[in-house]
């Protein structure tokens, strides 16, 4: 049999490499979500903030689906497991949705003011500035590999940044405006941007940066 060519050794090198810068960026993840879910939930019960409760909740989802990519990343190439796990992240997308719509829902029917806590503000400044560098780091990881399910996990992350300035926003247009709604409509707004991803997800389509 054919020993493998110099060039095609490069390529598995630079893919196994690449699984592992992977593997290091979902651990990353998992470990500052798992500190943000403690800290939002609570601070938010201390404060009695909705808001942060369900920030703690949506750290939870992220959790997760960094958990299934860790899995994922364990091979390099293994169809059966990329596949299972967009669809798995497909299912994160859709807690995610779920949440945030009755969230979202019950804030606006119980008229909920958002309840300011110094420590969740300083939560959400900093999940905003960590979470993007996080993001753009997988996407570029899930070019290298070819990953549609790291992609996926990409723009979760990139949802929970998002979740995070909503957070900040409503808080900072109550205290100026009095507006108690805009956070509540702000994350109704991401529902069916949320939808769209967990359904391409779970068909398994490819993300636009893999080849």
């Not at 050794?9 to 403690?38: F, H, I, K, N, S």
């Amino acid at each position: 049999m054919d020993s493998p060519t110099p060039s095609a050794a490069c390529t598995c090198d630079a893919g196994v490499a690449d699984t592992r810068a992977g593997r290091r960026l979902e651990y990353l993840c998992l470990g500052w979500t798992v500190l943000e879910a403690g800290v939002a939930l609570a601070a938010g019960l201390l404060a009695g903030s909705i808001a942060l409760v369900g920030f703690g909740a949506d750290s939870v989802i992220e959790g997760l689906s960094s958990a299934v990519l860790l899995w994922r990343l364990q091979s390099h190439r293994n169809e059966h497991r990329e596949a299972l796990a967009l669809r798995l992240v497909g299912g994160c997308f859709l807690l995610l949705a779920a949440y945030v719509l009755i969230e979202a829902g019950h804030a606006l029917w119980r008229h909920e003011v958002p309840r300011p806590s110094p420590v969740g503000i300083g939560l959400a400044v900093l999940s905003l500035l960590i979470m993007p560098i996080l993001a753009r780091a997988k996407r570029r990881v899930a070019g290298r590999i070819g990953s549609a399910a790291l992609s996926a996990d990409a723009r979760q992350t990139d949802l929970c940044a998002y979740l995070s300035a909503i957070l900040l926003g409503g808080l900072a247009l109550h205290a100026a405006f009095g507006w108690w709604w805009a956070d509540p409509v702000a994350a109704l707004v991401m529902v069916p941007i949320i939808l769209r991803e967990g359904l391409r997800a779970l068909r398994g389509e490819a993300c636009e940066d893999c080849h």
